[in-house]
């Protein structure tokens, strides 16, 4: 596998990189590390400091990877470094389409709360851009031990699939533990609550129906997850939920104590794309790391 690691010297950075060498990489894996100069916060490039100011930055490069790749010292993989120049989620969405990553690596500056969400942060915007999977690791998860447990919350999807199969390829250690999410949405959830007791007789046997036709929908969705996952994890389990999505995501990620939530995204495009997007929610608020697959297919966001 080929991973991209962005960084920028912070411990943000440096946690990601510890947290990625937790990680089972063989001699066949290949990690790159990636530092962008960027010129900000100074716009004019013709300016008196400009040049001083890249000058600093370019001279400063070496140590930064050198820090990031001492993070790495005990893996397997082949470590190389990179820097490059630009806007950094441009120049990183750009080095991994380049060299064709598989994956790309950074650390969250604790994304927090609805406002945050909005915010530029880097991290975030790369995320939410890059076509290419996005692992973003979360503060609890750098000095974690013990067995790696995965979320992995599907809804049978094209794009939650192409996240299983990326799951069963990354180099995870191998005790890792994989727990397969199914949420199944409430067929009376748009039925305000003061109103339903005057239905609920007349609904009863619709909603019984619709829930064990949801049921076996789950098993049909588990039996293709777990067809590409076992095999590849210690331990493979099935959990079904029923209700908000990113809630029940969130909740049994926190219940099993989940080093990664994986789920799919059609690929968030812009500011459009990031309303009502259940990866954006899902990355803005939770407390362990996310990683966010990616496929061209399909338009029907997630």
């Given at each position: 596998?080929?991973?991209?690691?962005?960084?920028?010297?912070?411990?943000?950075?440096?946690g990601?990189?510890?947290?990625?060498?937790?990680?089972?990489?063989?001699?066949?894996?290949?990690?790159?590390?990636?530092?962008?100069?960027?010129g900000?916060?100074?716009?004019?490039?013709?300016g008196p400091?400009?040049?001083?100011?890249?000058?600093?930055?370019?001279?400063?490069?070496?140590?930064?990877l050198?820090?990031t790749?001492?993070?790495?010292?005990?893996?397997?993989?082949?470590?190389?470094?990179?820097?490059?120049?630009?806007h950094?989620d441009k120049?990183?969405?750009?080095a991994?389409?380049?060299?064709?990553?598989?994956?790309?690596?950074?650390?969250?500056?604790?994304?927090?709360?609805?406002?945050?969400l909005?915010?530029?942060?880097?991290?975030?915007?790369?995320?939410?851009?890059?076509?290419?999977?996005?692992?973003?690791?979360?503060?609890?998860?750098?000095?974690?031990?013990?067995?790696?447990?995965?979320?992995?919350a599907?809804d049978?999807?094209?794009?939650?699939?192409?996240?299983g199969?990326?799951?069963?390829?990354?180099?995870?250690?191998?005790?890792?533990?994989?727990?397969?999410?199914?949420?199944?949405?409430?067929?009376?959830?748009d039925?305000?609550?003061?109103?339903?007791?005057?239905?609920?007789?007349r609904?009863?046997?619709?909603?019984?129906?619709i829930?064990?036709?949801?049921?076996?929908n789950?098993?049909?969705?588990?039996?293709?997850?777990?067809?590409?996952?076992?095999?590849?994890?210690?331990?493979?389990?099935?959990?079904?939920?029923?209700g908000?999505?990113t809630?029940?995501?969130?909740?049994a990620?926190?219940?099993?104590?989940?080093?990664?939530?994986?789920?799919?995204s059609s690929?968030?495009?812009?500011?459009?794309?990031?309303?009502?997007?259940?990866?954006?929610?899902?990355?803005?608020?939770?407390?362990?790391?996310?990683?966010?697959?990616?496929t061209?297919?399909?338009?029907?966001?997630?």
């Amino acid at each position: 596998m080929k991973i991209l690691l962005a960084t920028d010297g912070s411990d943000f950075s440096l946690g990601a990189a510890h947290f990625l060498s937790r990680f089972g990489c063989s001699s066949d894996d290949k990690i790159t590390v990636l530092y962008v100069i960027s010129g900000a916060p100074l716009s004019d490039e013709d300016g008196p400091h400009y040049a001083d100011l890249m000058q600093i930055k370019k001279g400063i490069a070496p140590k930064i990877l050198d820090a990031t790749v001492a993070e790495l010292k005990d893996l397997k993989a082949k470590i190389s470094t990179v820097v490059a120049t630009g806007h950094p989620d441009k120049a990183i969405i750009d080095a991994a389409l380049l060299v064709r990553m598989d994956m790309i690596v950074m650390g969250a500056r604790g994304i927090k709360g609805v406002k945050s969400l909005f915010l530029g942060s880097v991290t975030r915007a790369t995320a939410i851009n890059s076509p290419v999977p996005v692992l973003v690791t979360r503060t609890p998860q750098w000095k974690a031990s013990g067995p790696m447990k995965i979320l992995y919350a599907t809804d049978g999807s094209e794009f939650a699939l192409e996240t299983g199969r990326l799951l069963a390829r990354i180099p995870f250690p191998a005790d890792s533990e994989v727990t397969i999410l199914y949420v199944s949405g409430s067929s009376l959830a748009d039925i305000a609550e003061q109103f339903y007791l005057e239905v609920a007789g007349r609904v009863k046997d619709i909603a019984a129906m619709i829930t064990k036709m949801e049921y076996r929908n789950a098993e049909h969705i588990m039996h293709d997850a777990r067809s590409f996952l076992e095999g590849k994890f210690a331990k493979v389990s099935n959990l079904v939920e029923n209700g908000d999505p990113t809630e029940m995501i969130l909740n049994a990620a926190d219940s099993i104590g989940a080093d990664i939530i994986a789920l799919g995204s059609s690929g968030m495009r812009g500011l459009k794309g990031m309303l009502g997007s259940v990866s954006r929610r899902v990355l803005g608020h939770a407390a362990c790391s996310v990683l966010i697959g990616k496929t061209t297919g399909g338009t029907k966001e997630r």
